[in-house]
């Protein structure tokens, strides 16, 4: 799928960047993370990409920004609670770039 490419102007120095740019920048990303982590931080494999946060946070931009970011497969499991339940896990990324916004 081609992402449309709107403009919007940044503001200040007058700079014009697209609204992909800005929505999957940097410092977006590590907003995104703040926001997805709450009340996770003690599941293993949210402590697993923290441990590499910088790195991860980074490889994600890259992907996103030459548009080779591919979802991952989901991770299946059950639980009970008290019906058994099929549960299908993204991994850490992938909710990160969900998170993504504005």
């Not at 449309?4 to 992909?20: P, W």
């Not at 996770?40 to 402590?47: G, N, P």
């Not at 910088?54 to 970011?69: A, G, H, P, S």
């Amino acid at each position: 799928m081609k992402s449309k490419n709107y403009k919007i102007s940044r503001g200040g120095g007058g700079k014009i960047h697209s609204l992909f740019e800005k929505i999957t920048s940097p410092k977006n990303l590590f907003l995104a993370w703040d926001k997805f982590k709450k009340g996770k931080i003690k599941k293993t494999d949210v402590r697993k990409f923290k441990c590499n946060l910088e790195d991860n946070i980074f490889n994600l931009y890259i992907e996103l920004k030459d548009k080779t970011y591919q979802h991952s497969n989901y991770s299946s499991f059950y639980i009970k609670d008290p019906k058994l339940r099929h549960i299908h896990k993204a991994c850490v990324k992938d909710k990160i770039s969900h998170i993504l916004k504005l």
